[in-house]
C-alpha cells in the first residue's frame, strides 16, 4: 500500500513569493490533514477535510492560508505571500476514518522563505 | 499550562537500558493518548495509543497512563541505536478530533 505523497520535498522562496504544496493521501482516507511543524516543536494542525470538506480551519492563518480538496482525494496548501516565520516542514496526514487518531503522516515539505 | 508538555532532553541512554519517556497533561484533553516517534529528518509515526488507566505492553514498548496524576509515559526496554528519535506525545483536544502535540523528547541510545 503506498504511503501519503507529497510533493515537493524542499522549496526555497524568497518572502512575498506564492508556494503551493501538494498532497495525496493513502488511498480510501476519508480524513485529510495539514500540519506545519517549527523546528524544535511538534506538528500543529492547520487544517482537516472529511472527504471534500474542510471541517476544521480555526488555525489556518486564513489572511495568507489557503486549502482545497476539489473531489475529495488529494490536495493543496497555498501560502501567497510567504513571510520569514512560514518558514517550516508542512506535513501532510491522512486517516481512514473520524474520528481516528491514528494518522499516517507524508514525508513534509520543508519549506524555506529567504 | 500548556495541554501537554515534555521534557525536550536530549534523554540519552546506554543500549541495552531502558528509556523512559514521560508527558505531562491538563484538562483541556481527552483521555486518549499517542505516541509518535519521528527520526531525524522524518516524519511522525504512530507507535503506540494507549486509552485506559494502566500499562499497554507492544514488544519492547510500555505506554502507561496515571490519569490521577495526568500524566502518560512511554517505555522502551532493552533500547537499540536505532531507537535514537524524537518522541512525540499527543492527545486530542477535550471535545475535538483535533490532535495536539507535545514538544517531543530527544532520545539518544549510546551503543
Known amino acids: 500500500e503506498a504511503g501519503v505523497v507529497q510533493s515537493p520535498r524542499y522549496k526555497i522562496i524568497e518572502k512575498k513569493q506564492p508556494v503551493a504544496f501538494w498532497c495525496n493521501p493513502i488511498s480510501g482516507h476519508n480524513t485529510l490533514y495539514w500540519y506545519r511543524q517549527n523546528l524544535g516543536q511538534g506538528p500543529e494542525l492547520l487544517i482537516r477535510?472529511?472527504?471534500?470538506?474542510?471541517?476544521?480551519d480555526s488555525q489556518l492563518p486564513k489572511d495568507r492560508f489557503s486549502a482545497e480538496r476539489l473531489k475529495g482525494v488529494d490536495s493543496t496548501l497555498k501560502i501567497q505571500p510567504a513571510e520569514l516565520g512560514d518558514s517550516a516542514v508542512y506535513l501532510c496526514?491522512?486517516?481512514?476514518?473520524?474520528?481516528?487518531?491514528?494518522?499516517?503522516f507524508g514525508p513534509g515539505t520543508r519549506l524555506t522563505v529567504t | 499550562q500548556k495541554e501537554v508538555e515534555q521534557n525536550s532532553g536530549p534523554l540519552s541512554v546506554p543500549e541495552g537500558a531502558i528509556a523512559s519517556l514521560n508527558c505531562t497533561y491538563s484538562d483541556r484533553v481527552s483521555q486518549s493518548f499517542f505516541w509518535y516517534r519521528q527520526y531525524s529528518g522524518k516524519s511522525p509515526e504512530l507507535i503506540m495509543s494507549i486509552y485506559s488507566n494502566g500499562d499497554k505492553e507492544d514488544g519492547r514498548f510500555t505506554a502507561q497512563l496515571n490519569k490521577a496524576s495526568q500524566y502518560v509515559s512511554l517505555l522502551i526496554r532493552d533500547s537499540q541505536p536505532s531507537d535514537s528519535a524524537t518522541y512525540l506525545c499527543a492527545t486530542p483536544l477535550a471535545g475535538s478530533y483535533q490532535l495536539t502535540f507535545g514538544k517531543g523528547t530527544k532520545l539518544s541510545v549510546i551503543p
Open positions: 496526514a491522512s486517516s481512514l476514518d473520524v474520528p481516528s487518531y491514528e494518522q499516517y
Open positions: 477535510y472529511e472527504n471534500e470538506e474542510a471541517v476544521d
